[in-house]
């Protein structure tokens, strides 16, 4: 006699399965039938037995229950084992249905209720209907068939309340999206993923910068963070999520250095950035697409296509919120934007490493040799520099400026692997090479050789 049955079967088959079990289980008892007063013990050993019961989280039988399936086939066969459903399935049994809306009232009234409190108070209530006590796991059953359990009434969804800061640059909210596939540069036909780190503006819905990047590092976050101040302004607060790039050490103090206070969102809550969202979800719908079909093939030309997008479409259409454009919106709060000082804005960017001097008053930094003064050999030093230009080494020694550091290239090997060229035109102006943009009278500080001027 098998102890265990097969895999659960499909519900057109449970009955029959079940009806097999219990077949299985007294197969023995009817074809080979135990010597005269053995048949007890024989119940009693199969019953001890456990069991995987078809259309059942119950694994024993008890002997009760084999005695009645002895009855049954005795008397009517394989078929007197399939199991019966009652005519009064799902109808409550010894519990009355005013009871019953009673104690769902309560529980709905005080999810936490236990359904022993209900019972309590159900005993109390003189006006109901009872011919016998309530039973705690009869009420339970009822309770569970009902959907009111304290687990499923207390998962209760929860409610984002919409907010907007009253004036530009109160709030920026900040985020990265994956994008499109160009072919890689340094891999030839092979592609790479594009990133977008983007910062838009909580009152007006203006984007003060984005950019794609071939990755989402630090340094490539802080860029866009650092743009965006000098073309828009300084914003009070930066909101986040908890993301490794938004959480470093660097960014804080970046933060911190320019009075901006760093708000993260709560873990798993992409709903409390939902602006940044909404915005996401338009530069998918309208911009991504036309991507796709223009077949661009650089980050150049995918970074100068978003800016088109933004400049000529995005911040030109009115926002369905709003009611105005992003751009007009912004601009008719111009009086309360502040500019940063240029100098503390790059000095709050600027990375910090510890090196210690060699004897021939050298150090080294990422692959690339640089010269100091030999009064400092064997010193630590600190050096503060721009992880996107490599070529200038500020010195500090116990907080006090030292100078800078000349970077040496004794071989081919030694590079500046984060250096970014400057672009050879300004896409947003329309300048043929760098810095005559300057010549405007609203100057484009992409190129990062003007005034932060706000335009």
């Not at 008892?29 to 048949?39: E, N, R, W, Y």
């Not at 456990?50 to 039988?61: A, C, D, E, F, L």
């Not at 009086?335 to 050298?362: C, M, Y």
């Not at 503060?384 to 090997?413: C, I, K, Q, W």
């Amino acid at each position: 006699m098998p102890q265990k049955t097969a895999a659960q079967p499909q519900n057109d088959d449970l009955d029959t399965a079940i009806a097999l079990f219990r077949y299985g289980l007294i197969a023995q008892i009817l074809h080979d039938p135990p010597p005269a007063g053995q048949q007890e013990t024989l119940l009693r050993e199969i019953a001890a037995k456990s069991y995987r019961i078809p259309g059942s989280t119950r694994t024993q039988v008890s002997t009760t229950t084999l005695r009645r399936y002895l009855t049954a086939y005795r008397a009517g066969g394989f078929e007197a084992l399939r199991p019966v459903t009652r005519g009064d399935a799902g109808v409550p049994r010894a519990l009355p249905p005013e009871v019953l809306a009673r104690a769902i009232a309560l529980r709905e009234e005080q999810p936490a209720r236990t359904t022993q409190t209900l019972v309590d108070i159900l005993q109390r209530d003189a006006s109901l209907p009872r011919a016998h006590p309530i039973n705690v796991h009869t009420l339970t059953t009822h309770l569970r068939r009902a959907g009111k359990t304290r687990r499923l009434l207390a998962q209760r969804p929860t409610a984002y309340r919409r907010f907007e800061r009253e004036q530009v640059n109160a709030l920026w909210q900040g985020d990265a999206l994956v994008g499109p596939w160009l072919p890689d540069p340094g891999q030839p036909g092979k592609k790479r993923r594009a990133h977008l780190f983007c910062f838009i503006d909580d009152h007006s819905r203006l984007v003060p910068y984005a950019e794609f990047f071939y990755d989402e590092a630090l340094p490539r976050m802080e860029r866009v963070l650092k743009i965006a101040i000098l073309r828009r302004g300084l914003p009070q607060a930066l909101y986040v999520d908890n993301g490794q790039v938004y959480a470093a050490t660097q960014f804080g103090a970046a933060c911190a250095t320019l009075g901006i206070r760093r708000i993260h969102t709560a873990p798993y809550s992409p709903e409390s950035k939902g602006k940044q969202e909404r915005f996401f979800e338009t530069l998918r719908a309208q911009f991504l697409p036309e991507v796709e079909a223009s077949n661009l093939t650089t980050l150049a030309d995918l970074n100068t296509s978003l800016w088109a997008w933004l400049e000529r479409i995005y911040h030109q259409h009115a926002h369905s919120e709003t009611g105005q454009t992003p751009l007009a919106r912004y601009t008719a709060g111009l009086d309360q934007v502040k500019t940063a000082d240029p100098e503390v804005l790059r000095r709050a960017f600027l990375w910090r490493e510890q090196r210690k001097v060699r004897r021939d008053a050298t150090l080294s930094l990422q692959g690339n040799l640089y010269q100091v003064d030999r009064h400092l050999a064997g010193r630590k030093v600190e050096l503060r520099f721009d992880p996107f230009d490599l070529s200038r080494m500020e010195l500090y020694l116990d907080g006090v400026a030292l100078g800078t550091a000349t970077v040496t290239t004794p071989s081919a090997a030694v590079q500046i692997p984060l250096t970014v060229a400057k672009p050879s035109s300004c896409a947003l102006r329309g300048a043929s090479s760098v810095g005559e943009c300057s010549k405007n009278d609203s100057p484009c500080s992409i190129c990062e050789s003007n005034p932060p001027t706000i335009w």
